[in-house]
């Protein structure tokens, strides 16, 4: 730790030293001003270790300027509120903050992880694919576990989250990417034009790296003309601008999302329920990309030394913190802008000297260096660095382009060095939105290249690096994007303003800095820093054929880091373009993938956690059963009650209480979640035939019909019952969980299929609570409640239907079982619902009503051999399977699946059929789901004949039943089954018919 | 032969910086003939190659690949490896693959990372309850390794998840599979393509086909944009890109192209060492030996050949995870990619003989063909070289689908009442 | 006759507190569904001897007369709008004016919950819930739109610039409060466009 | 998230308002031929799909709009919406036109 003040005594544009905060970093408290990042306020305190590298754990400090940053990676907050992977370039600090560095044991300065670089000669690119394969059992119990302890970044928070989300939709005209510059004096023109203008920027404040250009617009500095323009667009009526908001893709059709991250730099604010961030999903007409560029690191020996920083950042640094990045530095460029750089250190006190790889290059830039005393150094490069946990001296060395190893070197003392090997337009957008993209000889880089029609790139994001010219750029993209958005948009003219700048002289790609060794004999030259990929690994992938650069990159995992390849992606690509002798197009891209930066799961979820997650749908009486015991069963979102579980009951137990009460006197049913579907129409009757296997044509007004419906293929989806109400009037009744499926099935075929068909289908399943009333006393329960239509079992058997009052509620009655005793479902006005249901509770009382839940309306369906959709049938399963055969029209010439019923297989012989079982112990209840084998075998694998699909214990018989699909079921009644169970017990079981319980149906028809 | 890979090997070249290694595949340029050819060097093809050389003897053949191998699904997966299906055709060729995945880096010479972590398969309904008891007592009667577990033996497993028996979709217990896992995807494809490689077969990239060539009703080559490949069988083994390859041979097919996606977190310290795949909600989760969460879901609901999916399937994806593992919430999506995959209408894989002699087709596999890459290429090649179904091929021909013969895995999907 | 108990979808809310908008349940609406084809003047004419109105053929629009109020939802569907308590009578007289005519009136005033929303950031709350390009002109006082909010279905009616009605199955009423509860919070407020402050 | 264009009511909107129905003009052979409907026949209305790559034409529903069934043309490749027509219609004819492989063979006859 060195006693050095890295803090200046004076600047720092971003930095309110009136306002001083204290941070903590590894539990070493640090002070700090407000407008610091977790990176300037370490930094300041003397500081250049922030965290261990990846493969080999090696010491590692900040790099970049902002998200681009793959090495100072810091863990943020506490327990639940820790964030792991945060870059300490972004994150903005306040008092009492918490932060942690990661990937080292037991210390940072002191990591055994650390070992991995001892041994790093035996880890190349893809070691592991070539070893770790022996004994067989290792991997999983040795070598695995391993691995995995000592890959991951930083831990993971404990508990829940307890901050918030959330999304917001927003439709613009025109969305400006980055408040660079660019992107600036693009939403000012689109801004002119009044239409409605989003500008969104990664950054706590707009300008982007204005404040550490060179030159002036009308005479004020850059810095300052972006201040300007950013004021005026906060004060447009018609710009949203958005801060600490990073575009973090581009989907089809100009869909974007935009991360916003509203409070994690103060506590106050989330402390005051402000959502900790915010996703905008944005519809923009017309969208431009002022994203800039991403300096470029140089490739050269131990170039990943805590104290080696890009070139801008060491800037930054500096101007925007008032933080010395050390004492007496190096800068090493390719370029003019580094000059910058060196002059701004010189300016504040800091020695500097410069190292440029070209031969030559002329440049006011490099003329105003000279000229104030900074020694440069042409054709020269940095050769190697000395130093661990940071930099104390570099080695400088000749070089002449494209040498492969420098002769002689020497040595100059210094503590940090800042690096610049040119910039990379940042293109990940335009490719997320499939934009294409040139290699650009001036830049060495990718560019966008054939613009998508409402997409445009401006500025360094362009390639556009000079000031007047992205003025230019970005203004006329701006004017062009409003005029495409709304042909109406005013045009705004371009005033050319009077621009100074540096002349510059061109960049020369330096892909690779030679060391005295090859670099590929023990040289560490890193091109993905975070994951520890060198030079050396590139070139040994090629050799051994993974010559595509995808196979590179995953051979090595270089480009794969938190960073996405930000920095690395097109070094590698130079150092594998100049190992092979290809161009670097040649050589190819690597593809774009979103997001641009990584963002928040939470900031998915949004709002969708905990009780918001998926919606749950509650009946009219869904407080009651709340408040009577139920516990519930999700059908589909709906909830049911499954049983009303008693003081002193078990759900076993109220389970045979529900169902005995059904058989003996009476029970009462939720049936509100049944799908109701009116169908109206002159061809409503015609319709219905296509619709199901049998016949509605023939039904009577005021009666009822079971119906079945198949799919195209001839399996069975959904069964119910369906009234006549009048000639061309129906009600159909779905299961609970297709009403909304069954409801856009019947439109599909209307709109689609039988277009000459006039009918009208209006779903109503949640106008009507509906209850189903059971029992060898429910007659007597409509009586008590008093009803205004005749309710004789003459008047109103069987499968028939009257509309009327009942206890002065209006209501539909439909003389149905599913339990197979005497039934009413009764159905009034979801808003009368609980007042029905209580009317009936109260008349029910002295007959000893009692509600009953699914379950035990499973079990007294099973009794009676009804079928489930979903239980009985399983997607594969014919009306025939189940043995409803008679369910099936054979006059119909044309119904939704009749066709596929005549496929080979479906009439094959050997199919599973619907039977009964009993098991040969009656207290032994079959699993759900088992199968009976057609030979029992000492072990697995036994072949298999058939599964239940139901099983239950039977209050009303005293003992188990079950149903069952079983191979060619029906002809094999009296057969006893062998069930093999988990465990080594063996149930066997006779195959009986399915219907257990009062066969000929005197109970519902009594 | 090639050079074997070892810990010594791996010494051995250390102290030479690493530049005796041999290339692990040949570039060859295609020969004017072959006895066999393959298109499509993803996992499936490869495989399907090696077993030809290995199994049978057919090491004059190539196999073709537009792009660079294993560049499609195969290494655009969640890598998860299990075979845990209802129905016993599935069974049979899932369970194979599994089985050769487990010795197939001693096979290959080659470290393909398999790793039997265990596969849970949450039950949050009720329904799904039965669902996976039903398939559990399949699969136990078929001799696979599984069992239902409880809810608290879950919470074990896997400490992260959200154990409030309250919550939207409680955990009611899991169907586990011991012996499923993981493996590294590109490591499949490069170790089936080192292995055919050393076998002499031709991995030949950057090789697109264009036409399949006919005489009569028998296949007579290829048409390539390296030029004309005359050969008497072909295997079609391209995936998403099935259907317009066919179509050059007169083959209609029952595939629709789709996009799957899936993604990866940051990497952080080990919170998960299985997979859970959490059916209900549509999403499953895994991490990586790296550190990565690797997350999946659903496929977007209409046809795409771009590899750029749309968001929202992956947005309810995440929520339902975050929902699941409540930790995940503070922790940040890294990278998302999209594949293309080819579904056919029951959701099962295609591994055929065709109406045209020599011309045999494996696709289909749509979003789980990487855990069946060994038992898909092992019955191919068999298929191929012998010019008839292997037994465990044959439920999977192309005939299924006039006789109504689905193999249909997502029928727990049915819900009612 | 006996009182008849009844309850709207929401009655067991209280009204809710630190939003940043007014929320509450309208219960006193009554709703019939009417299907029909626009082309056909019989059916038009049948309508609006009963209503009193001309049902809109403009899509996502509304049209009123007196207490009756039609809301377009389909090129053959509409809401009609009007006192609960004559609902019931109101598709009876359309059933039996239309009588053979192609159409199908139901009385739906059960079927979803009714939310007034009102304010002057009602529709940035909306927004968090749904992708209609909501500050445009097209959602002016009058519009209606069926559309996707949160996760289930919903209609939407412009009643005045600040004023909307949100129409959701009523299964899915408490669902929908739930959300609105959870993004119309005062801490979440957020207004879109016009003047800002400064980052800071 | 495609953008998607309803044209019964005009809604536009994002693609989770609506709902892909897949291939469009797949004639349900037993509609047109109740009796003589071959095993071949039967398998390609139900599984065989044109699959193209490029413009392709396809059902869509208005699903949370005005619950229409209609027809878009759409690129599965650059996923660009080309047209959007009536559910009972065909395209326009510069896009049948324009359609290759197996769509180019079913819109020879109507083209006509």
New interface residues.
């Given amino acids: 730790m060195s006693n050095k003040p890295y803090r200046l005594l004076e600047g720092g544009s971003r930095i309110d030293r009136s306002k001083r905060v204290t941070i903590s970093f590894d539990g070493r408290q640090l002070p700090a001003f407000a407008g610091d990042t977790v990176a300037s306020a370490v930094m300041a305190n003397g500081s250049k270790l922030f965290g261990r590298s990846?493969k080999y754990h090696r010491p590692r400090g900040v790099v970049g300027l902002g998200s681009e940053e793959m090495n100072a990676l810091v863990g943020v907050g506490d327990g639940?509120?820790?964030?792991?992977?945060l870059r300490a370039t972004q994150v903005e600090v306040f008092d009492g903050l918490h932060a942690v560095s990661q990937n080292r044991w037991p210390s940072l300065t002191f990591d055994v992880g650390a070992l991995n670089s001892r041994f790093s000669?035996?880890l190349?690119g893809g070691?592991?694919?070539?070893?770790?394969?022996?004994p067989?059992s290792f991997?999983?119990h040795v070598y695995?576990p391993l691995?995995?302890?000592a890959?991951?970044?930083?831990?993971?928070?404990?508990?829940?989250?307890p901050d918030?989300?959330?999304?917001?939709?927003?439709?613009c005209d025109v969305l400006v990417v980055g408040g660079g510059l660019a992107g600036l004096t693009a939403a000012k023109a689109a801004c002119a034009s009044g239409l409605?203008v989003m500008l969104a920027d990664e950054n706590?404040?707009?300008g982007g790296i204005a404040d550490l250009t060179a030159g002036s617009i009308d005479g004020a500095c850059v810095g300052d003309h972006a201040k300007a323009v950013a004021?005026q667009l906060?004060?447009?009526?018609?710009?949203?601008?958005l801060?600490?908001a990073t575009v973090v893709?581009h989907?089809?059709?100009?869909?974007l999302?935009i991360f916003e991250r509203v409070a994690d730099h103060d506590p106050a604010l989330l402390a005051?329920?402000?959502?900790r961030h915010?996703l905008w999903?944005v519809?923009a007409k017309q969208v431009i990309l002022a994203t800039g560029a991403i300096e470029r690191p140089i490739t050269f020996a131990n170039n990943d030394r805590p104290g080696i920083m890009l070139a801008t950042a060491a800037s930054a640094m500096v101007e925007r913190y008032g933080v010395s990045p050390g004492v007496n530095g190096i800068v090493f460029t390719n370029n003019d802008n580094a000059y910058l750089t060196a002059l701004g250190l010189k300016k504040v006190g800091i020695g500097v000297r410069i190292v440029d790889s070209r031969a030559r290059a002329e440049g006011s830039l490099i003329a105003r260096a000279i000229s104030e005393g900074i020694e440069v150094s042409m054709g020269s490069v940095v050769s190697a660095v000395e130093g661990s946990q940071g930099v104390t001296a570099a080695r400088i060395a000749a070089y002449r382009r494209g040498q492969g190893r420098v002769i002689t070197e020497r040595k100059i003392d210094c503590d940090f060095i800042a690096m610049s090997g040119g910039f990379n337009p940042a293109l990940h957008l335009w490719c997320?939105n499939?934009g294409k993209i040139k290699f650009d000889e001036n830049l060495q880089s990718f560019r966008p290249d054939r613009h998508h029609d409402a997409m445009q790139a401006v500025g360094a994001a362009n390639g556009t690096m000079d000031v007047a010219a992205t003025l230019a750029e970005a203004h006329a993209a701006g004017v062009a994007a409003a005029k495409a958005a709304n042909g109406k948009a005013k045009a705004v003219k371009y005033k050319v303003p009077e621009v100074k700048e540096p002349t510059r002289a061109p960049l020369e790609s330096l892909w690779f800095a030679p060391a005295t060794g090859k670099y590929?004999?023990?040289n560490k030259h890193f091109v993905d820093f975070q994951n520890d990929v060198t030079a050396?690994d590139l070139e040994?992938a090629q050799?051994?054929?993974?010559?595509?650069v995808?196979?590179t990159k995953?051979?090595t995992?270089f480009g794969?880091a938190?960073d996405?390849g930000k920095t690395s992606n097109l070094n590698g690509l130079g150092v594998l373009a100049e190992a092979t002798g290809k161009s670097i197009p040649e050589i190819g891209v690597t593809?774009f993938?979103?997001?641009y930066t990584?963002?928040?799961?939470?900031s998915?979820?949004?709002?969708?956690?905990?009780?918001?997650?998926?919606?749950?749908?509650?009946?009219?009486i869904h407080?009651w059963h709340l408040d009577s015991g139920a516990t519930f069963?999700?059908?589909?979102?709906?909830r049911r009650a499954?049983t009303y579980t008693g003081a002193g009951e078990t759900k076993h137990t109220s389970i045979n209480r529900e169902i005995l009460s059904v058989r003996q006197k009476v029970g009462l049913l939720d049936a509100s979640t049944l799908g109701k579907i009116?169908i109206?129409?002159?061809d409503a009757a015609e319709f219905l035939d296509r619709m199901y296997t049998n016949t509605f044509s023939t039904l009577k007004a005021g009666k009822c019909r079971y119906g079945l419906m198949m799919n195209?293929?001839?399996f069975l989806?959904?069964d119910g019952v369906t009234v006549r109400l009048a000639e061309d009037?129906f009600l159909m009744h779905t299961?609970?969980?297709?009403a909304d499926r069954i409801a856009?099935w019947l439109?599909?075929w209307l709109?689609?299929?039988?277009?000459q068909y006039?009918v009208?289908v209006?779903p109503?399943?949640?106008?009507?609570a509906q209850f189903a009333i059971a029992g060898p006393r429910a007659r007597n329960v409509l009586a008590k409640l008093g009803a205004d239509f005749d309710i004789s079992h003459e008047a109103f058997p069987h499968m028939s239907f009257k509309e009327g009052k009942l206890?002065?509620?209006?209501v539909r009655v439909f003389r149905i079982s599913f339990s197979g005793e005497q039934s009413y479902e009764v159905a009034t006005?979801?808003?009368?619902?609980?007042?029905l249901w209580?009317?009936i509770l109260e008349a029910g009382q002295e007959l000893g009503i009692e509600p009953y839940g699914?379950e035990a309306l499973?079990v007294l369906r099973a009794e009676k051999g009804f079928i489930?959709?979903?239980?009985e049938?399983?997607?594969?399963t014919t009306p025939i399977d189940v043995g409803l055969e008679g369910l099936i029209s054979k006059k119909k010439?044309?119904f939704i699946g009749?066709?596929?019923l005549e496929?080979?297989?479906?009439k094959a012989p050997n199919r599973k059929q619907l039977v009964g079982l009993l098991t040969e112990v009656p207290t032994d209840v079959l699993?759900?789901?088992?199968?009976a084998?057609r030979a029992l075998k000492d072990?697995?694998?036994?072949e298999?004949t058939g599964?239940v699909t139901s099983s239950y214990h039977s209050p009303t018989l005293e003992r188990s039943i079950a149903m069952a699909l079983i191979e060619n079921g029906r002809a094999r009644m009296g057969e006893t089954l062998t069930f093999?169970i988990?465990g080594n017990k063996v149930i066997r079981a006779k195959i009986v018919d399915p219907v257990f319980y009062d066969k000929e149906g005197a109970r519902q028809n009594a | 032969m090639k050079s074997r890979y070892s810990i010594f090997s791996l010494a051995r070249n250390a102290l030479n910086y690493h530049k005796d290694w041999e290339r692990a595949w040949r570039s060859p340029a295609p020969k004017a003939e072959y006895d066999a050819v393959i298109v499509g060097a993803g996992g499936h093809g490869l495989a399907t190659a090696y077993y030809l050389a290995k199994n049978h003897k057919m090491t004059n053949i190539a196999i073709l690949e537009k792009g660079w191998l294993g560049g499609g699904n195969t290494g655009r997966n969640t890598t998860i490896i299990r075979s845990n299906y209802l129905q016993d055709s599935s069974i049979a060729i899932y369970e194979l693959a599994r089985s050769l995945y487990e010795g197939l880096s001693q096979d290959l010479n080659y470290n393909v990372m398999f790793s039997p972590r265990g596969v849970l398969m949450l039950c949050q309904t009720e329904h799904e309850l039965r669902a996976f008891k039903r398939t559990a007592h399949a699969n136990r009667l078929a001799g696979l390794d599984c069992r239902m577990i409880t809810a608290k033996e879950v919470k074990e497993i896997v400490p992260i998840i959200n154990d409030d028996p309250n919550c939207r979709y409680p955990i009611l217990g899991a169907y586990y599979q011991p012996r499923g896992g993981t493996g590294r995807h590109d490591a499949v494809a490069w170790g089936y393509a080192r292995g055919a490689d050393s076998l002499g077969v031709d991995v030949i990239q950057n090789c697109e086909v264009t036409n399949i060539m006919r005489d009569g009703g028998k296949v007579v080559g290829l048409e390539t944009t390296r030029g004309v490949i005359k050969t008497k069988k072909v295997g079609v083994v391209t995936a998403g890109n099935v259907s317009p390859l066919m179509q050059t041979a007169g083959i209609r097919m029952p595939i629709e192209s789709l996009c799957l996606q899936a993604l990866v977190s940051e990497p952080i310290k080990p919170v998960i060492d299985c997979v859970v795949m959490a059916n209900t909600v549509h999403g499953y989760i895994s991490q990586s030996d790296k550190g990565e969460l690797v997350i999946g879901g659903g496929t977007d609901p209409y046809n795409n050949y771009s590899q750029r999916g749309s968001f929202p399937s992956l947005e309810h994806t995440v929520t339902a995870l975050v929902e699941t593992f409540p930790i995940i919430s503070r922790l940040r999506m890294l990278r998302l990619w999209g594949g293309i995959v080819d579904m056919t209408g029951d959701r099962s894989p295609i591994i055929s003989k065709t109406d045209v002699e020599g011309l045999y087709v494996n696709c289909g596999w749509g979003t789980g063909g990487f855990k069946a890459i060994p038992g898909s290429g092992f019955v191919f090649a068999d298929t191929m070289a012998n010019d008839r179904p292997h037994p465990i091929a044959e439920p999977f021909g192309l005939n299924r689908f006039a006789e109504g013969r689905l193999i249909d895995e997502s029928v727990a999907a049915a819900v009612a009442h | 006759m006996p009182d008849l108990y009844v309850e709207s979808p929401l009655a067991h809310r209280n009204s809710p507190e630190r939003l940043s908008i007014y929320l509450r349940e309208i219960k006193d609406r009554g709703m019939v569904d009417l299907r029909g084809i626009a082309s056909d003047k019989k059916f038009m004419a049948a309508a609006k001897k009963v209503l009193g109105l001309d049902l809109p053929k403009t899509p996502h629009s509304s049209v009123s007369w007196g207490d009756v109020k039609a809301l377009w939802l389909s090129i053959d569907q509409w809401l009609i709008l009007c006192p609960r308590a004559k609902a019931a009578e109101l598709a009876a007289a359309l059933t039996a004016e239309l009588g053979v005519i192609h159409s199908l009136a139901v009385d739906v005033s059960d079927m979803r919950a009714v939310l007034r929303l009102e304010g002057e950031g009602v529709r940035e709350v909306l927004l968090k819930g749904s992708s209609l390009d909501l500050l445009s002109g097209d959602y002016k006082p009058g519009a209606v739109r069926r559309m996707h909010y949160a996760e289930i279905a919903a209609l939407l009616h412009v009643v005045e610039d600040t004023v909307f009605d949100l129409y959701v199955f009523r299964s899915y009423a408490d669902y929908a409060w739930e959300f609105l509860l959870a993004t119309a919070r005062e801490a979440s407020k957020i207004k879109l466009f016009g003047k800002q402050a400064g980052p800071f | 998230m495609l953008l998607v264009h309803c044209p019964v009511c005009g809604a536009e909107g994002d693609e989770t308002d609506f709902h892909g129905g897949g291939q469009a003009h797949v004639r349900r052979p037993a509609t047109h031929d109740p009796v003589n409907v071959s095993d071949e026949a039967q398998r390609d209305y139900l599984f065989i799909r044109h699959n193209a790559k490029g413009l392709h034409f396809e059902r869509w529903r208005c699903d949370r709009g005005c619950g229409k069934w209609f027809h878009a043309a759409r690129d599965t490749v650059t996923m660009e919406f080309k047209a959007y027509y009536g559910i009972t219609e065909l395209p326009p004819r510069e896009l049948m036109e324009q359609a290759t492989g197996e769509w180019a063979g079913y819109f020879k006859d109507k083209l006509k």
């Fill in positions: 990846f639940a509120r820790h964030e792991p992977n000669r035996f190349p070691f592991y694919y070539k070893t770790f394969m022996w067989q991997w999983k695995e691995i995995r302890k890959a991951g970044l930083g831990r993971a928070p404990e508990g829940r989250d918030t989300y959330e999304h917001i939709h927003v439709h409605k706590p404040e707009l004021g906060y004060a447009a009526e018609n710009v949203h601008v801060n600490r893709g989907w089809h059709h100009n869909y999302m005051a329920g402000t959502p915010r999903k519809r997320h499939a590929n004999e023990g050396a040994l050799r051994e054929g993974y010559e595509s995808e196979h995953r051979y995992t794969m938190t996405q593809t993938r979103p997001p990584p963002f928040s799961f939470g998915i979820a949004g709002v969708l956690t905990k009780n918001l997650f998926l919606p749950i749908r509650r009946t009219p407080q069963e999700p059908i589909g979102q709906w499954y009116e109206k129409g002159p195209e293929l001839g989806t959904d009037h299961t609970s969980g297709g856009a439109e599909e709109q689609t299929e039988w277009t006039r009208f209006t109503v399943t949640e106008q009507w206890g002065g509620y209006p006005p979801a808003n009368m619902g609980r007042g209580n009317a699914t499973h489930v959709i979903g239980d049938t399983d997607g594969t010439a044309d009749k066709r596929s496929q080979s297989f479906l699993p759900d789901g088992a199968y084998v072990k697995p694998p036994m298999m599964q093999p988990d």
